[in-house]
């Protein structure tokens, strides 16, 4: 269903307790557990829509910070009464050296569908230029070694760090978009939804197209930048085993949550034959099955 979580170990965690996820078809309380605990995934998002991103990591770099800085990209406004809101790049002399921005997700699990960025259009120099990329690659995933994200925040809001792979384990990378020299909210929709595992997103901006007059060199400036998706229910989190990268899904069943009806598996349940026989139709069919509920897509017929 989602190539991205290739690193989740087979085991699935309840309270205090790892459990094997059982592969063996006629271990019936296995199944009806693992059916169980998938079923409650694929209800455990939230019914809406909504911006994934809760905090700013670091920038690649910053030109004057902390007046251009990534925070400003979070502000859904473009200017309070005193400045304008938006990142910027450090100048450089060859447009295509890149820029990177990293963000922490609300949630450790989300289904994302599309991220969006809006360049920043200086009204306050000649011609007003527009300070966009030149395109834009999406990248998910988690750190690489334990750490807090938090203390990621602190010490590299500043830092003009660049998140790199030996910093992160990628779990996604998107195709490139283009993006056009034009001062609105850009919509980049992802070739299928994606399973942010791990909370972390990096904006990569990729070639420079604007020079600003002064100084003669190639600016990037981000006025907003949005990531659209469904975090998972708090019942679920995910353990990750360094340094292999491999994760185990955690599931708390006693997590106050409450999931509307109309979200939840259609798949009924209290029918052995018919579950059964769900889990024995292949995994191909199983995470068409799951897909659909995570998509809203509506009931799944399955045949006895």
């Known amino acids: 269903m989602f190539p991205e979580i290739s690193h989740v170990a087979h085991s699935i965690e309840l309270g205090n307790m790892i459990e094997p996820v059982c592969n063996v078809l006629d271990n019936w309380e296995c199944l009806k557990r693992n059916h169980k605990v998938y079923a ?5 998002l939230t019914p809406t829509w909504k911006n994934c991103i809760s905090e700013a990591i670091s920038a690649s770099s910053t030109d004057n910070y902390p007046e251009e800085s990534i ?3 979070l502000e859904p406004r473009d200017r309070t009464e005193n400045r304008l809101l938006y990142w910027s790049s450090k100048g450089e002399s060859d447009p295509s050296v890149p820029e990177t921005l990293g963000y922490q997700l609300i949630s450790k699990l989300c289904l994302v569908t599309e991220i969006h960025v809006q360049p920043f259009q200086a009204y306050f120099q000649h011609g007003f230029p527009i300070y ?11 750190p690489r070694y334990p750490m807090e994200l938090e203390s990621l925040v602190a010490d590299d809001m500043a830092a003009n760090r660049m998140l790199g792979d030996s910093q992160f384990i990628w779990t996604y990378t998107s195709p490139e978009f283009p993006m056009f ?3 609105r909210l850009q919509k980049f929709k992802l070739p299928d939804p994606v399973l942010s595992i791990g909370g972390v997103l990096l904006v990569e901006l990729l070639g420079r197209v604007q020079k600003q007059e002064m100084d003669e060199l190639f600016y990037i400036c981000i006025s907003h930048v949005q990531v659209v998706g469904q975090p998972l229910s708090p019942a679920f989190d ?3 085993h360094h340094p292999s990268g491999k994760c185990t899904l955690k599931y708390f069943p006693q997590t106050d949550w409450c999931v509307p009806s109309t979200s939840s598996p259609t798949i009924e349940s ?9 889990m024995q ?8 099955i799951i897909l ?8 799944v017929a399955v045949d006895d």
């Open 40 to 44: 409650f995934l694929a209800s455990g």
């Open 238 to 240: 995910i353990k990750i």
């Open 281 to 288: 139709s292949g995994v191909r069919r199983w995470e068409q």
């Open 71 to 73: 925070q400003n990209t």
């Open 270 to 278: 209290n029918n052995p034959s018919r579950l059964r026989s769900l």
């Open 292 to 299: 659909g509920a995570l998509l809203g897509s509506g009931s």
């Open 132 to 142: 966009s990329a030149k395109a834009v690659r999406f990248r998910m995933g988690h």
């Open 181 to 183: 020299q034009e001062n």
